[in-house]
């Protein structure tokens, strides 16, 4: 939990907002969701691919790839930090 926590201290505020906004999605959320709830919060479509990509590379975001796109989801540990 420490490391998640320190994780999170790292990230800038549209990212933090953003990824505690993503924790609701229990069953994962598409990119198009993702754009939807950012742009709610008043972050630009241009930002949400970089907050995402930032979110994957620091492992608070995984990714599922499959013959139907990409679904995002955060891993149950991760979520309850959120």
Do not use: N, P
């Amino acid at each position: 939990m420490r490391t998640i926590e320190w994780s999170t201290r790292l990230l800038d505020d549209d990212s933090r907002r953003l990824f505690q906004w993503l924790s609701v999605f229990a069953g994962g959320v598409e990119l198009d969701g993702i754009d939807h709830v950012a742009r709610q919060m008043g972050i630009g479509t241009e930002r949400v691919l970089d907050v995402v990509d930032s979110l994957v590379a620091q492992s608070l975001l995984e990714v599922d790839h499959s013959r139907h796109g990409a679904r995002y989801r955060m891993l149950w540990l991760v979520r309850a930090e959120a």
